[in-house]
């Protein structure tokens, strides 16, 4: 790869040790895309669940309080628990951000991409394709649950909107 591996690996040496136990048991024996699989079956419903309330509140323990006694988060604890379980099993991984959906406006010809839509997931190398490979590890729905489309005219007023930064503004 033409990536440093040790970047993708490293995390503090004494980083959540119960959790470094678990992974190892729970990936022993596995090769890399087996480990992937196997740490998204931990992390799936029902015994973690998508919330957006009652977040573990600890910075400094944040994600050990997701993983061992809360078992619930958003996308970043999804995330960032499997980014870290990924590299406790040796298979270099990173976390990536972006959005998750969009809706198309007809009326201007683009997707309008709603700041609810944010995401986060994680990319793990798989040297059998010696390519990234994407795992969203966050329950379906979650966020997206409760967003709805835009009328006719709100897309109209979209369009106006995005025409005038585009045209005069900019």
Known sequence: PRFSRAR????????IPRLQAVVADLTRGMND????EAIMSY????????SLEGL??????ALEQFIFTGRKGNC????SAMGIMLRMAGVPARLVTGYRGGFYNDAGGYYIVQEELAHVWVEAWDEEVA??????????????????GF????????????????????
């Open 33 to 36: 895309r087996q480990k992937a």
């Open 56 to 61: 573990p509140s600890d910075p400094q323990n």
């Open 76 to 79: 970043e604890y999804f995330a």
């Open 151 to 170: 009328n006719t005219w709100e897309l109209y007023l979209d369009m106006l909107d995005y025409q005038w930064s585009r045209l005069v503004v900019n």
């Open 131 to 148: 390519a990234w490979v994407r795992y969203d590890p966050t329950p379906p729905g979650g966020a997206l649950t409760g967003l709805t």
């Open 43 to 50: 992390l799936a419903p029902p015994a973690f669940e998508y």
């Open 8 to 15: 993708y690996l490293a995390f503090p040496t004494e980083f």
